[in-house]
């Protein structure tokens, strides 16, 4: 080897010299052109991404509100429970596992593995609603593609006593029924979310933002009392049980403030376990039922005649022969007498002498008079479904429908509307606004009749219930009460049915200064005894006599023992 | 200059650090204040739970059946209750 030689060798052509550096500079072209790419064209979607990789949105549950009772006891609370699901494409589960799972939920190992095997669906539930406890186990047991969700389920400790009034929610925890539907935008709460970061362990290390705060139903106080509730309800079921009944309803007033104390409905149903119910088990009669009151109106027909002066209590009123024929109709009394004083009208609960005070009376006055206490319109409580029962227009009353009407047929109210309308009475002729809420403070109402008016037929209420009246079985120890029967024809297609009365009784205490006002009806108690003075009043009295106690109310009426007539003859009444 | 710029480069530091554990510590106070919540969250539940339980065992039929059967005790005779007023109650 020379020397001379190497030069030779090594020297290439210039181009190969270029050719790299140019491969160099394109490769450094695209580096630098993807990397503009990317820090300025691709930035907000790879900052996406890299937030992704620890932020998080999490929901933030919201409770439903509970709904309570005056005294702050839980009539409706929502607690947590968890729902199963699956899906089955993913579930990999032993046999084992399948048979311990399906222990746990309850379920048969047939209907099970129908479920799991329903692979074209990609969200199955395996079971709704199932206590915290048991899904832990659930969850124990490890198996792949079973997931749970958090629902919440609604518990009504009341049962039985409160459910037409409470109501309930569906399983999506939505109000169905009663206040749970009345009252739902205020009682549902807004779940929310927020955006948090969270570490390695997954725990929430950082706030980001709030997209949307949770709000929590507010809690909802009503005016029930729930032990006069549960005395009411108790006295209404063994009272229709006794008689044989298809139904019953109970309202129970606070005459002062307009409150709603109790409102019971037999038959009930048990609203946390709804899987065998009736319509009939679930109709709220009280509210969302018209019915024909019969006498209990009588006292309204009074008051329009003592209102315009046409009658005073004294008046006397010719009744015989006990019954009165107008056109191819005839109006019967149950206990004829020759002539009657207004007030005995009432105190005997007399058709003939209530038909007759009527038929003196403009057709529009009468209508008046029903129309401003309240009858023929809901009673505005916010109720689902409030019955405004039915009063035909004036100007169609024919002499005989006037005549009926005083004695309460031909005319239809809810048992809540006449309880309301009977707050006249028990309030010096202020008709009371009612409520379900509560609220303490008396109430400031429309005056309907004046002072004088009501105070008369207030006293011969109070005649009505003594002995010699038709209902001397609502009276109680203690307290002075005053009261009106009513014994009504049930209607059945178009006609009214030989054998089927609805019972009434609607009154309050201590007649002195009004406290509570009850209303009692009782649909078709079979058997010979179906007078609203044997049916409903002992209902009426043994629900005054205990929340009277209940409220310490002074008493007004010497402590003396009641006698009450033997046979209950005088309860008798032809509506 | 070169000393008052390592001066600088000291503080700098100084100061990441301190940024470093002040976020730290927030993150871990948060971290707490968030279990808490959750626990304020579980708490709230068992109250619930246990109102429930309260209102069942103390259902009006329930404590009447007790005190009647097993306790013996009976409604006293209205002759032997007084009601007081209040003297503010008796004006009205």
Known sequence: ?575 | MAKLNLLLLLVLVVCALGLVTSQHTARKLFSDLDREQQRERQLDIVYGQLQLEASTWSLHARVGKIAAGTLGMHVPDPRRVVVVTRPAEAKR
């Open chain 1, 1 to 575: 080897m020379s020397l001379a030689a190497a030069p030779a060798l090594v020297r290439l052509p210039v181009w190969r010299a270029r050719f790299v550096l140019a491969a160099f500079m394109l490769v450094f072209a695209v580096l630098v052109g993807r990397s503009v790419y990317l820090q300025a064209m691709k930035t907000g979607f790879l900052q996406e991404k890299g937030e992704a990789r620890y932020s998080r949105v999490m929901e933030v549950p919201a409770t439903r509100g509970r709904i309570l009772d005056r005294n702050g006891e839980a009539l409706a609370v929502s607690t947590p429970v968890k729902s199963i699901w699956v899906i089955p494409d993913d579930v990999k589960a032993s046999r084992e596992q399948k048979k311990r799972l399906a222990a746990l939920l309850g379920l048969e190992r047939r209907e099970l593995n129908r479920k799991l095997a329903e692979t074209s669906r990609d969200f199955v539930y395996l079971k709704r609603q199932i206590s915290p406890d048991t899904a832990a186990k659930v969850e124990a047991l490890g198996i792949p593609g079973v997931y749970q969700q958090r629902e919440y389920r609604r518990y009504y400790p009341g049962g039985e006593v409160t459910a037409h009034l409470v109501g309930f929610t569906g399983v999506d925890d939505a109000g169905q029924e009663g206040i749970e539907l009345a009252f739902q935008s205020s009682l549902a709460g807004q779940p929310g979310s927020r955006r948090v970061i969270k570490d390695r362990l997954g725990r929430i290390v950082e706030d980001v933002e709030s997209i949307r705060a949770a709000q929590d139903g507010r809690d909802l106080t009503l005016s029930i009392d729930s032990k006069i509730q549960s005395l009411a309800y108790s006295a209404l079921r063994n009272a229709v049980a006794l008689h044989g009944a298809k139904a019953g309803a109970i309202v129970a007033l606070d005459v002062r403030t307009g409150e709603v104390l109790a409102l019971a409905n037999v038959p009930s149903y048990n609203p946390n376990n709804r899987s065998h119910l009736s319509g009939a088990q679930l109709r709220n009669r009280a509210l969302t039922d018209s019915f024909e009151p019969g006498s209990t109106l009588k006292p309204f027909t009074i008051a329009v005649a003592l209102e315009h002066h046409r009658i005073s209590p004294s008046t006397r009123m010719q009744t015989a022969p006990g019954k009165l024929t107008i056109g191819s109709y005839t109006i019967h009394d149950a206990h004829p007498e020759s002539t009657l004083s207004v007030a005995q009208v009432i105190q005997k609960s007399s058709n003939v002498g209530a038909a007759k005070i009527a038929l003196e009376l403009p057709r529009q006055q009468m209508w008046n008079m029903f129309e401003r206490v309240g009858f023929g319109a809901p009673p505005q409580l916010r109720f689902p479904g409030e019955a405004s029962g039915k009063v035909r227009p004036w100007q169609t009353w024919r002499p005989i429908e006037q005549a009926t009407m005083a004695y309460g047929h031909g005319i239809s109210v809810s048992l809540l509307q006449l309880a309301h309308a009977y707050t006249v009475f028990a309030r010096d002729g202020v008709l009371v606004p009612l409520t379900l809420v509560r609220t303490g403070a008396p109430a400031h109402g429309v005056r309907v009749i004046s002072r004088r008016t009501a105070r008369e037929v207030r006293d011969m209420l109070e005649l009505a219930v003594q002995p010699g009246g038709t209902g001397p079985r609502a009276r109680i120890v203690g307290w002075r009460v005053a009261g009106k029967t009513g014994t009504a024809h049930k209607q059945e297609n178009g006609g009214y049915a030989a054998h089927k009365y609805i019972a009434s009784f609607v009154g309050f205490a201590p007649a002195s200064n009004p406290r509570m006002l009850i209303a009692v009806m009782i649909d078709e108690p079979a058997g010979s005894e179906y007078y609203g003075g044997l049916v409903a009043a002992p209902v009426f009295a043994q629900v005054m006599q205990g929340a009277l106690r209940m409220l310490n109310v002074p008493h007004d009426a010497p402590l003396e023992p009641l006698e009450l007539p033997g046979k209950g003859d005088d309860a008798k009444e032809g509506t």
